[in-house]
């Protein structure tokens, strides 16, 4: 008589299952709070609305939508960090800020390439007292200062260049604060083995790896320069991206929010990693309540996306997906956990150290 064994039936096709291709669903029967709106009016300090990361269009199309979306949603501002510089900085500002009195503030970029020609410094000093003359309200610094912007001689320009050091000074001069994204998550520098956590990611966009010791700094040596800058310009308000570029390592992020008055950071992109350690993330914010910045980094922002990220800040939810709309999800195969933050700090969080730094 056959025996038919359930086990060694399952067993067969379990067989032949490539790893890339499974995608367990969690069976866990947990609260899914509801967030529709904020506990406080809320400012949305990275997000992008330019021109710089499309394909020469704007990131969107029906500008009237999208404040009928924040109204939806709560969100009083978006920052826009797609100024750029020059007459792109004209065209972000007249589309959006003075469109929209109050709703958006455009940040623009600088041209760090400059560093490798004659009077580099001078150019770029000139261009942020241009980009302030046409209505910019604060600096971004991509993570290609460090990574990719190079020198005369080849080499890699790091945040911690004494040339670089001028430019932020003179921006806190301005009075325009400076949000700097530095390196990349630490995964990215990590070897391309059965270990990096970030495989699925660094698989679908492989110029984000930068394990290559011979072609790049090290995590740690380019988070030392961004530290060395800040430390370096007391007079210049920092917003240091993604969870201070390192929501891995919140001790080191810890360190520079307490060495540095100047220093705030935003929770950009970074629910994912914050979502896995939330109870010293909400640790941090409380030890720190004025030095945190909501932001999204999610483009074009959606109302779903506003809504999970509230509850994220607001309810006690564990478990679930950050990044629900993919079958993998985009940052790391794990679900998160919420901050359960104390009420009276969402008010700042949400709104009130942003305009602050922003001097709205």
Excluded at 165 to 174: N, S, Y
Excluded at 275 to 296: C, I, K, N, S, Y
Aim: aromatic share 8%; proline share 7%.
């Amino acid at each position: 008589m056959p025996h038919n064994d359930p086990l060694e039936a399952g067993r067969a096709p379990l067989a032949d299952l490539r790893l890339a291709d499974w995608a367990p669903r969690s069976q866990l029967r947990a609260r899914a709070t509801a967030v529709p709106r904020p506990a406080h009016p809320v400012v949305d300090i990275h997000n992008h609305l330019g021109r710089w990361l499309t394909d020469g269009g704007w990131m969107i199309d029906d500008v009237p939508a999208l404040v009928a979306l924040m109204d939806e949603c709560g969100v009083e501002t978006i920052v826009n960090l797609d100024g750029l510089w020059g007459e792109e900085v004209t065209a972000n500002v007249e589309r959006y800020d003075r469109a929209y009195d109050g709703r958006f503030v455009t940040f623009c970029q600088l041209e760090w390439e400059l560093l490798a020609e004659p009077g580099g410094v001078a150019r770029l000093i000139a261009s942020l007292d241009d980009s302030a003359a046409r209505g910019a309200r604060g600096v971004k610094v991509w993570k290609s200062l460090g990574l990719t912007v190079r020198d005369a001689d080849g080499s890699l320009i790091l945040p911690d260049d004494p040339r670089v050091i001028e430019v932020p000074a003179h921006a806190g001069g301005l009075g325009l604060p400076v949000l700097i994204h530095t390196a990349d998550p630490i995964a990215f520098f990590e070897p391309l083995d059965r270990h990096n956590e970030r495989l699925d990611e660094l698989a679908g966009v492989p110029e984000w790896w930068f394990g290559d010791a011979s072609l790049h700094p090290t995590f740690d040596r380019l988070l030392a320069a961004h530290a060395a800058l800040v430390l370096a310009c007391p007079g210049t308000t920092f917003i240091g991206a993604h969870a201070g570029c390192a929501a891995e390592d919140l001790d080191r992020v810890e360190r520079l929010l307490v060495a540095a008055p100047n220093y705030t950071i935003d929770t950009a992109g970074r629910m994912a990693e914050l979502g896995r350690q939330p109870r010293r993330f909400a640790r941090l914010v409380a030890d720190h309540p004025d030095r945190v910045l909501f932001g999204t980094d999610i483009y074009p922002v959606t109302a779903d996306q506003y809504r999970l990220h509230y509850r994220f800040f607001e309810s006690a939810d564990e478990g679930f997906g950050y990044d629900p709309d993919s079958e993998v999800p985009g940052q790391g195969r794990w679900d998160v956990s919420a901050l359960a933050l104390d009420p009276s700090l969402l008010e700042a969080v949400y709104r009130g150290n942003a305009r602050r730094v922003l001097g709205l």
